[in-house]
């Protein structure tokens, strides 16, 4: 990329960069010694404020840079990333958004220790949440790593992993210092920049085709080199039976995924009253629909327009289809409007990375302060003391996931974020929705049932060939593969229901009958709510 590109992408970058500390020092300046404070921003946000928040939060990105990717380059199979995103919203709305709000305080744990025994269900959930936060945040360090290597004009290895750890320092700083309610602002301000610059770039695509999306498709598979099979299930999860079987593994995972992020659940707790947390999921899946169906239009541009060729020689996981396509749209390499275009469309994504980064640590970090260490020193420990150790715990966490982000900078982000969700609906959905709706589950049960769930899908998950096996593992020139699928959903997920009904019923401990009665009145009523 010209210097052009480099240093306009750099300026808008450092702008929103700049804008977003200014954010956060004016935030720090307010109290934040409060574990609600810091934890949930003082429960102050409107519906609408939270809406946004979530799908900035959500919008990740895997959702602009890795499925638009994986669209360019499989056509109808890279949608299923779209589908299943969207459609678990609707798990969350239904299932989970007012009941959670109701019971919990902060974290997954508050609404299973709610009817159980403390200590052990806290750190069961505690380390399931720590494991899926940072699996996600792999998947937005590799999106920085590959956008920068194409603004700076190649794979400099030295610039990806200068990128990594600088993202991983900005979200320590977030955190630290605004906690929820600057992580609050900075994903408004990056959803409706995404938001924004998305649109923008759909128009630009329906535009160059007269808006015939018919025209757009037919020039897609002309280019894709498959013809119409690129229009057609099976060009990346068809053929044998592992293939299939990784398409539903996938599915399954996508759509059940969603209601056991812990960064996701613990954006309810931001608002008032239950009703307003319901409010939120609606306006929240307004946005993400509308987002998603673009980014369909943003694969087929970039597959038409850029060809799958010219993606994978600039990234062989798809990742930077995206500012491609803008620089595409926008005239041109060395043309002013694909250099402004380029340099925008990066500077969102920067944009994106960064808000979602910030929102999965404070998640992350509210786990290991609110769940693991507090139930260790449940009696001494302070809320000003926990706040303390979720800071300190933030910056482990991003240590944690720098590592990881540099070594898994070649898989493409949509995919390692299909990988957390499939640990999410694995150990955290299981454990919730067994809490919420059978009166018989147990504390035995219950930490059966996160860890029947999570050991299995990071055993499978090191056994699979994301990481060893095959040229496009972690580790290629290695082979301990015995696990056939990518995603461990299919098999974690019904393991992790059957270890918490295995637990329960092998419990020697009857249920508190009381207990869940007042759970099921405060998740129902609102009663007694904080």
Request: charged share 10%; hydrophobic share 55%.
């Amino acid at each position: 990329m010209s210097g052009d590109h480099q240093t306009l992408a750099l300026l808008l970058f450092s702008t929103f960069v700049a804008v977003t500390l200014g954010i956060t020092t004016w935030v720090s300046r307010h109290r934040q010694g409060s574990a609600e404070e810091f934890y949930a921003g003082g429960r102050l946000f409107s519906p609408m404020e939270n809406g946004f928040a979530i799908a900035g939060d959500y919008m990740s990105a895997a959702s602009f840079l890795g499925i638009s990717g994986l669209i360019a380059l499989y056509g109808y199979d890279g949608m299923l990333y779209s589908v299943g995103f969207l459609v678990a919203w609707l798990v969350v709305l239904f299932l989970v958004a007012e009941l959670v709000r109701n019971c919990g305080r902060f974290t997954l744990a508050d609404v299973v220790a709610a009817r159980m025994r403390e200590r052990p269900v806290r750190i069961a959930a505690g380390t399931s949440s720590v494991t899926v936060s940072v699996l996600y945040l792999v998947a937005q360090m590799v999106g920085a790593g590959s956008l920068v290597a194409l603004l700076l004009g190649g794979t400099t290895e030295a610039a990806r992993t200068w990128t990594v750890i600088g993202v991983g320092a900005l979200m320590v700083v977030y955190v630290s210092l605004g906690g929820m309610r600057a992580t609050t602002w900075i994903q408004i301000v990056k959803a409706v920049l995404l938001l924004g610059g998305t649109v923008a770039l759909t128009t630009l695509v329906l535009v160059r085709f007269h808006g015939d999306f018919d025209r757009l498709l037919r020039t897609a598979a002309e280019r894709s080199g498959h013809g119409e099979a690129f229009l057609a299930p099976g060009l990346a999860y068809g053929g044998d039976w592992t293939s299939r079987l990784d398409f539903i593994s996938l599915g399954l995972a996508l759509v059940l995924g969603t209601a056991g992020l812990p960064h996701i659940l613990s954006r309810f707790y931001t608002v008032p009253t239950a009703r307003a947390a319901r409010r939120s999921v609606v306006w929240s899946i307004g946005l993400i629909g509308g987002f998603y169906l673009m980014t369909i239009v943003l694969g087929f541009g970039a597959a038409a327009l850029v060809g799958p060729d010219a993606v994978r020689a600039s990234n062989a996981a798809g990742n930077t289809a995206v500012p491609l396509l803008a620089l595409d749209l926008g005239g041109g390499a060395g043309s002013t409007g694909g250099t402004v275009l380029f340099a925008v469309v990066a500077a969102i994504a920067f944009a994106t990375i960064l808000a979602v980064v910030a929102g999965i640590t404070l998640a992350s970090s509210a786990s290991v302060a609110h769940d693991l260490y507090a139930s260790l020193r449940r009696r001494r420990a302070e809320p000003r003391s926990e706040v303390a150790v979720a800071r300190v715990a933030a910056v482990g966490i991003g240590a944690v996931a720098i590592g990881l982000g540099l070594l898994a900078r070649d898989l493409n982000v949509a995919f390692l974020v299909g990988l957390a969700f499939a640990v999410a609906a694995s150990a955290n959905l299981p454990v919730l929705l067994y809490s919420l709706f059978w009166r018989g589950f147990t504390t035995r049960g219950a930490v059966w049932s996160v860890y029947g769930g999570l050991v299995p899908a990071v055993v499978l998950v090191l056994l699979s060939p994301v990481v060893s096996g095959s040229p496009q593992s972690l580790f290629p020139d290695v082979d301990f593969q015995y696990f056939p699928l990518q995603n461990p959903g299919l098999v974690s997920v019904p393991l992790g229901f059957l270890a918490g009904w295995l637990g329960t019923v092998t419990s020697p401990e009857l249920p508190d009958e009381a207990k869940h009665a007042e759970t099921e009145v405060r998740s129902l009523t609102g009663a007694g709510a904080v």
